[in-house]
């Protein structure tokens, strides 16, 4: 670490901070960003019918979003060090505010595509600049009840989400989707300016524009190759090229980081065995949560024949459950380490997923209910957790770094698993067809869906496996030189 950054570092006093009105400002910031995200795909239908357009026109509306964080979210460490905790979290809500008065108001699709990408960039802002703070404002003992609370507000937002939506759009219409986060999102900005405080660290680093170039191109390749995957064939010549460009981009990339003096994204991060190895876990289970994320409302409104409100319904307890374990965990956390939380929490997630390799089109709501909120439980006892464990073993200066690699490799976690998943469910369906040419069309989602719940087992077992290995670190001084 460089003497300059040393000094930056000293002359920031978090001690003397309030932490409870700057957590308050992140949580109602993330909240209104993340209930927003999830707001929306349950209006796809009406979107289709006003505007016209086909379901892979409208499918934009997530795949932009996905693509403009995993393009932003690696240079927000970058970011970080130029401008200041209060600069960067109003910018991001105002771009957030701005995006969402422009969908509220669209009079035609591209219009709302253009307010969607710049609610993408506030969000994309946000999420590491979250994290990062509370890494700084609080000492390790204490950051799992903190990640816990910033946990519940994550998990939240997805359960009340999609019934939330269903509601507002049988009642009223799908602008007030929009219209109805409006002053949530000015009311964030508004206390934020009270009482958000500078916490990060200006080492202002020298710009590497060719970095940032090429970070755009090989993780945003790689978002929009997988989602364009996950939307048709794996074989179609837009998806091999970007995933092929994509992937040399990024190798470029981390050979440009591991040799620069000031890396725009540091992976020397990687040298710390614990944030290795609980990047690879979080990006295997992200892998498998966007498995049940993206099949269950397929399973509950394709054979099931729910509305999307019914199914909204159905998944709202389990994500409630989740929302409530977060700041739980974040204190057993704090506690008695992550080992005692990790494998049991990845035991649960195995067992939901195995008994959902049973489900079948006369499952019970209620069957479905409990296989969601027992892999729920699980995930919660796992991912703040072991976030908090892998950014624990690095020095301060690295938390820019270590949140934005987070948080860049659950966006191409998430990009991959879609598709993969997707992918493996139609392999399953068309192999039905083919040994039942007038087989039930729910029989058929159902044997594509066991396909994917298999794999999203055996997926699941190599978190497993690398979760035996996590345990409890110490945090490093930043004095010390290390393996920084």
């Known amino acids: 670490m460089n003497v300059s950054s040393e000094a930056a570092n000293a002359s920031i006093d978090v001690s003397k901070l309030k932490r409870g009105p ?14 927003n995200e999830t707001l929306l795909n349950i209006a796809f239908p009406d979107l289709m019918k006003e505007f016209a357009i086909t379901p892979a026109t409208i499918q934009w509306l997530s795949t932009s979003y996905m693509l403009v964080i995993g393009i932003l979210v690696p240079v927000t460490a970058l970011l970080q060090q130029w401008f200041t905790t209060r600069q960067m979290f109003l910018t991001a809500m105002i771009l957030f505010l701005i995006g969402t008065v422009i969908c509220g108001a669209a009079p035609i699709f591209s219009v709302l595509l253009v307010g969607r990408v710049i609610q993408a960039l506030g969000t994309g802002l946000m999420l590491p600049v979250m994290m990062n703070t509370i890494l700084v404002i609080y000492p390790p003992e204490k950051r799992g009840g903190a990640m816990g609370m910033i946990g519940l507000v994550i998990m939240f937002g997805p359960a009340i989400g999609p019934t939330l939506a269903g509601l507002i759009i049988d009642q009223l219409d799908w602008r007030w989707l929009f219209f109805l986060v409006i002053p949530l999102a000015a009311f964030s900005v508004i206390f934020a300016a009270v009482y958000l405080r500078n916490v990060s660290d200006l080492t202002k680093p020298r710009v590497d524009l060719l970095s940032i170039m090429l970070s755009s191109i090989g993780f945003g390749g790689i978002v929009y190759g997988f989602s364009k995957a996950g939307e048709g064939s794996w074989t179609a010549p837009e998806v091999v090229w970007t995933i092929v460009v994509g992937g040399i981009a990024v190798l470029l990339f981390i050979i440009r980081q591991l040799v620069a003096a000031e890396p725009i994204l540091n992976l020397r991060a990687f040298k710390y065995p614990m944030f290795a190895l609980v990047t690879v876990m979080m990006l295997v289970l ?23 409100f019914k199914a909204g319904l159905t998944l ?8 409530v374990m977060a700041p739980i965990s974040g204190k057993l956390f704090d506690k008695f380490g992550p080992r005692v939380l990790v494998i049991p929490g990845l035991i649960l997630v195995l067992i939901a997923l195995w008994l959902f390799t049973g489900i079948s089109v006369q499952t019970s709501t209620g069957h479905v209910v409990t296989l969601h909120i027992i892999l729920l439980i699980g995930i919660s006892l796992v991912m703040m957790p072991a976030q908090t464990t892998g950014l624990n073993q690095l020095p301060r200066h690295l938390y820019p770094h270590g949140t934005a690699i987070l948080n860049t490799l ?45 794999i999203a087992f055996w997926i699941g077992c190599i978190a497993l496996i690398i979760g035996f290995f996590i345990k409890r670190v110490q945090a490093p001084q930043e004095g010390e030189k290390g393996l920084a």
């Open 316 to 323: 709202m307890p389990g994500g409630i459950i989740n929302g």
């Open 410 to 454: 659950q966006q191409v976690a998430g990009a991959i698993g879609t598709a993969l998943f997707i992918s493996i469910m139609s392999s399953g369906t068309k192999n039905y067809y083919a040994a039942n040419p007038k087989g039930d069309p729910a029989e058929g989602l159902v044997a594509g869906l066991h396909n994917a719940f298999v």
């Open 22 to 35: 700057i957590v308050a400002a992140l949580v109602i910031g993330a909240f209104v960003a993340i209930l």
């Open 286 to 308: 992200m892998m498998t949560l966007f498995s049940t994320m993206i099949l269950l409302p397929l399973f509950l409104q394709t054979a099931l024949m729910m509305t999307a």
